[in-house]
């Protein structure tokens, strides 16, 4: 016979077994659900790594592109990456002063208008309740820069933004100096607080925008740089044609002007701007005597300076940087009604920024002053522009040149 106390022994060592086994089960269950979680985190985290990548590429292209609001893409970008975020700004130093460039959630155009200086705003590593994330990230508690600013200014500074309960703060860097903030913010009614990885981003976010400055200011003094390269060449002409002293310069602002007014995109204003500076370049290529003659030209000395654009183009055309706008210099003396030259075009068949040149170019050699007649009064080079309207100018550069003239600003 079985002893019972043995079997009850056996029974109760299965059943002890069986405990462990059920415990060692859900232990393996609990650490299957925690490597789930990792893995979904893991996940997350690579997703987002794999959009910042995504959108620094996008980001490095627009940088190129003058035409896209680097400030908005940047901040759409940080909003879409940190999930925290209610709202942001990014701000910018320029001497003594601090500029809201972007702002999204808080009054923008108000921020714009007060007039902020940098010592109103305190350095996040000089304020006591600063949580350091990172040399340059920090996450700050509410109204942590404004104790030092004038009390009217302080009052229209919290007209202009939402109130927030904390923010991260990464500093922008340009050339070893503190250039700029971008702020992301979490606003009072919110319970959440910023992760570390939201903080690492933002980090990223930084350094992307630094190195967006730093392009931008490069790529200014390398513009810059040709500007003065051009200007050079542009005062050659001018020692060659007297009558051209400070004309071209004059004719790349109006063009310029006209081109705003008409609202033309930024790359597209600055080949205005360009072919203005060196519209009459060919005129180097005209005899001094034929340019500088004060009396009537005979007809073979006009068909002479009838060659300038002509010949421009053909000195521009070889220049990798100035190529593009060649074109324009070609059709500066083209007239909307075809009786212009060299290639008689007309109408919309002249390319815009050559229409533009011309009744910039006409207004300038109307009211300027030359060695043998004194210029043309403001309202009868007005007329005259107007006068010619559908025969020599474009009615859409005409029209923008008025407005330009009714606000005073020619
Ligand atoms: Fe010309």
Redesign the pocket.
Known sequence: MTNPFRLREELEHAQLENQTLKDELNRLRAEKKELEADYLSLFSTLQKYERLVQSTTMLIEMAVDPDQDFNKIILDTAFELIPEADYGSISIIKDEDWLFVYAAGHNLEALKSIPFKKSYFLDPRDVDSTLFFDSNVFVVPEAWSIQNMPEEVYRRYREAVLPVRESAVVQIDLANQIAGHLSLDIGTHEEKHFSKESLKVMEALGSITSAFFAFQRLSKLQEEFQREIILSIIRIVEIHDTYTKGHSEHVASISLDLAKEMGLSAEVCRQVYWSGLV??IG?ILVSQSVLNKPDRLSDSEFEMIKN??VWGYEVLTHSKELREIAIFVRH??ERYDGNGYPDRLAGEGIPMISRILTVA?SWDAMIRDRAYRKGLSREVAIDEIKRNVGLQFDPNVAKAFMRLCAKGAL
């Open positions: 519209h009459d005129k300038h654009p500066h003396h170019d």
